[in-house]
């Protein structure tokens, strides 16, 4: 994908040097493709109205029918790249601990879905996940991560909602200590 990306810019630098030769049909065919799959469009808009401090109830379940611990955080969400991607700082405790996170959200042009990632001081790997967000912010995400007790990786189904124009509800989904789906976290963001 870099080396399209550098072929790409090449064309582009070849064809306004005094003296180039013009780009062929197929060149300029090309830059069009990669203009429109990077210039941010409605869905980036969506991401940057969600721009932020909020406050962060976080909700985590160890095992189904257990009741929840609950705990706090705050998180920051910008936008980077020009607009075309949304970075989510979060910082709290988990499980009584001290707990920082990094998520990144995008829209990608080219295959029409939303994707995210997600690091944190809890682990060395990474979640990726991909999904779809309807015209009201409602999202739901599939992602997995390697779990550091299977040695593999975990699938987990995501949902997001907004109950209001400032409160959003993140809630994950994944095998339980059955095999059985079950939730996993609950974090409420009221945006201050």
């Known amino acids: ?15 306004q040097e005094p003296g180039a030769a013009e780009m062929t049909p197929e060149q300029a065919a090309m830059m069009e493709a990669y203009r429109q799959a990077g210039t ?14 909020y406050d962060v109830q976080a ?21 980077i790249l020009d607009g075309r991607v949304m970075v989510e700082e979060y910082q709290g405790t988990m499980m009584g601990m001290a707990f920082t996170g990094q998520g990144l959200h995008g829209f990608d042009n080219v295959t029409g879905k939303h994707w ?31 779990d550091p007790i299977k040695k593999g990786p975990i699938t987990a189904r995501m949902t997001s909602r907004w109950t209001s124009p400032t409160v959003q ?6 095998p339980g200590p059955d095999g059985r789906e079950m939730q996993m976290m609950e974090l409420t963001y009221t945006k201050r």
């Open 1 to 15: 994908m870099a080396a399209l990306g550098v072929l790409a810019l090449t064309a582009a630098g070849l064809a």
């Open 59 to 79: 909700k985590s379940w160890q095992e189904p029918g257990k009741p929840p611990v609950v705990e706090k955080g705050t998180a920051t969400r910008s936008m």
């Open 40 to 53: 941010p469009g409605a869905p980036h808009g969506a991401l940057a109205s969600s721009a932020g401090t």
């Open 169 to 174: 509800i993140f809630e994950m989904f994944a």
């Open 116 to 146: 995210s990632t997600w690091i944190d001081s809890m682990s060395t790997g990474i979640m990726v996940s991909e999904g779809t967000c309807d015209q009201t912010g409602n999202c739901t995400f599939t992602g997995s991560w390697n």
